[in-house]
């Protein structure tokens, strides 16, 4: 694979992900089409967009770096700096709401000692209020990464936060992998 | 009565195989875009599907086989996306599709690509959907190696190439000129039309956008007919659609029902009514955008495009939710405000300015410092919005204030006349410092 993986700030892809992109840009019909999809491969592997991904991009994807930053701030998901390991997205939309979302928040909040918008101090927990994540007939929800825990319960966000400080590999509602 | 007889588009969720190629195929999955491509060709399908009126159920509710038509005649670069950005709070039913029967989703836009000549289909799927956007990738490149999709398919008489697009969490993209310009690699901020994008849309060539549940309903209507999907439903409102229930009812999720289904009978036989405790105080019945109904006004209306218009509300998404009695509808709606707000893209004044001074003028009631004017100003705002931006979603913003306000009026006037609503930020704030 040639791609060139590498410019002046020392930021690059290599190996599978290399080839990942090497397939986007081969996939999508012009470069500035590759923009999403590149910033999600960036972001998967290093868990946030930095400022020398921001260049690199804009140089590979043939833009300014302005119109690299604008999308990376337009869109929610995208992050321009490091997230704490596990971010908790618990829904304040109608539904969940209905359904308990907020004595759901005000539960997490006393277990992790925080505030909605903040980390704990060890970089472990963050706690978020997100719109709508599309699990409203199983609120309250929240989302974790890739995947979503529903028909949520002080006991059951308990049971999570105890298992991801121990380590424990979480068990998603959403995951119907573990099913098979 | 039996629900089963109304499986369509659902007759494999729950199944835990049902995603997999090989249990698509012994469905006789693949049949239809086979028949479409090796006997039927374009025209003739795009006859089928627009005699059998099925409608977009996104939320617009537009005619499938109509939008296809405008694709210029003899367009050579044609695109087609499915719209998997499903946002709309409330609405889950296009997640079920993904999840139980990604097949169906994949066939169903194959056959629509080939309907409208598109060498090039985008599935775009909201990022909070990691999951799925794995699990239809998966599934698409099974399509692939089974010859379906790619290079050489179907002896090179139609070679369709498939993109899973990854949104990145952005609601406006839902809308279908934002999710265009979203695949461009731009800020998911909708253009203004005309052009409509089956003129020029994706890099300024023709592109047609249609909504998950639409596109999963093809294979279907190609199999069985136009007629046998027409015998289902209403006269104007053809055929079958998910409605995806919250809130707190004995049996919420995705249910597929007939249209023309009186409200009544799906909240009874479907939903098995109210949970314990709970009293039924309204209904919002195709997403969070839609006017808010009365118990009373729900329980006489039935569940199609034209009887939920006539009850001043819309079918919407089919994302249907329940408000029980214990519910404070002033609450709610600042709920929903924060969200249009939030989600506004704003590059148009009436809906970037608007959405925040509605949610800021109910903060402010329920935080008992209101004014009995206040009610009059949220109208003005509102007025100040509808019909004066590019996309609607100032509309979808207007739509459930207006209904909230309408409807519940004396919740709204007890706050105005100086009565704090109990706020629960401030309990946390307490919680956290002690």
Known sequence: MSVPVEDGTGFGLDGRDAARFA????????????????LWLIQD???HISDAAVSWTAAQLELSEAKVREVVSFYAMYRDRPQARHVLQVCHNISCHIMGAQPLMIHL???LGIRRGEATPDGEFALEGVECLGACGMGPCLQLGRHLYEHLTPEKADALVDGLRRGDPPRPDTDRDLEE | MNQDQYRILSKRFGRRDGHKLAAYEADGGYRALKRAVGELGAPAVREEVKASGLRGRGGAGFPAGVKWGFVPPGAETVYFMVNADESEPGTFKDRYLLDYDPHAVIEGSAISSFAV?????????RGEFGWLVDRVQKAVDEAYAAGYLGRGAFGGAYELEMIVHKGAGAYICGEETGLINSVTGLKGQPSIKPPFPAVSGFLGQPTIVNNVETVAAVPWILEHGAAAYRKFGTEKSPGTKLFSVSGPVRRPGVHEIPLGLPFREFFTDWLGGMADGEELKAVIMGGS????????????TALDYESLAAAGTMLGSGGMIIIPQRCDMVELIQVLMHFYWDESCGQCTPCR???????????????GEGAPEDLALLERVCDGMAGLTICPLADAAVMPMRSFLQRFRPEFEALAAGRRATEPDSRWAREIRS
């Open chain 1, 23 to 38: 397939d986007i840009l081969a996939r999508y019909p012009t470069r500035r089409s590759a923009l999403m999809p590149t």
């Open chain 1, 45 to 47: 592997r290093d868990g």
């Open chain 1, 109 to 111: 909040e006393g277990k």
């Open chain 2, 117 to 125: 000549g598109a060498k090039l289909c985008v599935i775009y799927i």
């Open chain 2, 289 to 300: 955008s839609v006017p808010v109904l009365t118990a009373a006004e729900a329980m006489e």
């Open chain 2, 353 to 367: 300015e608007g959405t925040g001074w509605l949610h800021k003028i109910v903060k402010r009631l329920r935080r």
